[in-house]
């Protein structure tokens, strides 16, 4: 079992940065690849970001690449999503996911663990 936990959500203007970051319990955090996922209001959730047990590998979704930078501290049991030059398209509520699955798994339905999501809002 595997407790995720979000944070560093907020509201920002467009060009800016935020820092989110997932806090893992339970099992130990090298045995899974780590994922962020995102869901605006009425759109379906969405990968954004994966990184395997390692941290040797990273994935991205193309609408954030050069933007975006996922990094995990598995003696820390934390992942964080670094994103800068944030969009107002970039506004969703953004969650922390676990999976035991291939640290390239972009499909929701592949996941096991979900936090509860924290929300980012971005400006124009």
């Known amino acids: 079992q595997v407790q995720l936990v979000e944070s560093g959500g907020g509201l920002v203007q467009a060009g800016g940065s935020l820092r989110l970051s997932c806090a893992a319990s339970?099992?130990?955090?090298?045995?899974?690849?780590m994922g962020w996922f995102r869901q605006a209001p009425g759109l379906e959730r969405e990968f954004v970001a994966a990184?395997?047990?390692?941290?040797?590998?990273?994935y991205y979704a193309d609408s954030v690449k050069g933007r975006f930078t996922i990094s995990r501290d598995n003696a820390k049991k934390t992942v964080r999503l670094q994103m800068n030059s944030l969009k107002p398209e970039d506004t969703a509520v953004y969650y922390c996911?676990?999976?035991?699955?291939?640290?390239?798994?972009?499909?929701?339905?592949?996941?096991?663990?979900w936090g509860q999501g924290t929300q980012v809002t971005v400006s124009s």
């Open positions: 339970g099992r130990p955090p090298s045995t899974y690849t």
């Open positions: 990184i395997s047990w390692s941290g040797g590998d990273t």
């Open positions: 996911a676990a999976t035991y699955g291939s640290s390239n798994s972009r499909r929701p339905n592949e996941y096991n663990y």
